[in-house]
Each structure stands twice: as C-alpha cells, then as structure tokens.
T-cell receptor, first 115, second 112 residues
Framework: GAVVSQHPSWVICKSGTSVKIECRSL??????MFWYRQFPKQSLMLMAT?????????EQGVEKDKFLINHASLTLSTLTVTSAHPEDSSFYIC???????????FGPGTRLTVL | GESVGLHLPTLSVQEGDNSIINCAYS??????FIWYKQESGKGPQFIID?????DKRQGQRVTVLLNKTVKHLSLQIAATQPGDSAVYFC???FGQGGKLIFGQGTELSVKP
C-alpha cells in the first residue's frame, strides 16, 4: 500500500493563530486525498475530500473558510486551520486514495492542541 | 471548550483467547467494508476487507463475517496477543471512490 506521512506530528498553538498540516504520499501519486478529524474516544469523521488541481469538497457542517485545503500536487495536500480555537483541538488524519476499489491508506495523524 | 468524548465499547480478553468484535453498519447500499486497527496516537491501519458479494473472508489470524440481512459485520481475531490491543473500527462505503463511513469503534484490551 501507499506510504503516507504527515507533518507535524503534533503542534501546540495559541488561540487565534493559524496552523498548517501537511499530508504527503511518499510513493504514490494521489489524485484524491481525504482529511479526517478525530476527537478523543470517538470515531473518525470525514471533513473533506481533496482532489489534485481542484477545489476540495467539504462535508456538511465543516467550514471551508476555516479549514483551508490545498492539493497542489499529486503528492501533497495541506490543511490549514485558520484562527484556531480550543474547540479545534483534535487529531487530524489524512488518507490517500489508492488504485484499487476504495482503498485508503492513512497517515499517522497530527495532534493539534489550541491553548 | 473541550468536547466531551463518548465512551468507546470495550472488550477485554485473555491472551491466547479468540476475540470477536462486532459492528452494525448503516447503509444497506454499502458494498465494501473494511476493518481498521488504530493504536493510540496513530492513524488507522488496514486489517482486512470484504465485498458485499461475500459473507466471509479470512486473513492471517483474522476473519471477517458479513451479514447483509441484518447489516452486521464482525471481526474475529484468533489467539489474541497483547500486540492486538488497540481500537478497532469498521468502515463502509459504496460505489467506486465512495467515502468511507466509520463505525464508533471498539477498544480491545488483551490481558497477558
């Protein structure tokens, strides 16, 4: 399967600042990447689907102006949490869509803590 | 403020015993199902998958059973080991390129 990395693995920021999280597909050209959010003791919730070269598709209830997604190349997608607040503190995970039917390969996640 | 997390269902088993983790899925049109293992602080790791035209699939030490009549999926782990301790999620999807919908997860704890 595809190898996916995320950077940073954890980040602590002050309320009101913006944070950028990178998702890289290291050995696979990914036309589609997904961003998930996971709160403690909860399941993964899809935030948006990121397609290379086009605008991301956001799930209902996810603010596109707050969670900016850029998928400028086949190996990199970025998620920017703008004007972060403590309620944005969560575990953010990206995944890469594989060649085979509905395969997804997940990154290691990024722990965001907003003070 | 911080959101209150839900309490994950937990399953505690003795090392060497078999484990069965259950999942009820939501969409009768779903045609592809996957089980993921997530260790603390890490991303989900693929375990095994099954398509809707099958009712059983076996891997190494793991078996997935699918009952479409009652929309139920189960993961059986044989000879459970301490390294199997993690949270297990089922996920469903339909159509090629469809979104994954994750179940609530079950925390498996293996006692040595």
């Amino acid at each position: 399967g595809a190898v996916v990395s995320q950077h940073p693995s954890w980040v602590i920021c002050k309320s009101g600042t913006s944070v950028k999280i990178e998702c890289r597909s290291l050995d696979f050209q990914a036309t589609t990447m997904f961003w998930y959010r996971q709160f403690p003791k909860q399941s993964l919730m899809l935030m948006a689907t990121s397609n290379e070269g086009s605008k991301a598709t956001y799930e209902q209830g996810v603010e596109k102006d707050k969670f900016l997604i850029n998928h400028a190349s086949l190996t990199l997608s970025t998620l920017t949490v703008t004007s972060a607040h403590p309620e944005d503190s969560s575990f953010y995970i990206c995944s890469v869509s594989g060649i085979s039917y509905n395969e997804q390969f997940f990154g290691p996640g990024t722990r965001l803590t907003v003070l | 403020g911080e959101s209150v997390g839900l309490h994950l269902p937990t399953l505690s088993v003795q090392e060497g015993d078999n484990s069965i983790i259950n999942c009820a899925y939501s969409n009768s049109a779903s045609d592809y199902f996957i089980w993921y293992k997530q260790e603390s602080g890490k991303g989900p790791q693929f375990i095994i998958d099954i398509r809707s035209n099958m009712d059983k699939r076996q891997g190494q030490r793991v078996t997935v059973l699918l009952n479409k009549t009652v929309k139920h999926l189960s993961l059986q782990i044989a000879a459970t080991q301490p390294g199997d301790s993690a949270v297990y999620f089922c996920a469903e999807t339909f159509g090629q390129g469809g979104k994954l919908i994750f179940g609530q997860g079950t925390e498996l704890s293996v006692k040595p």
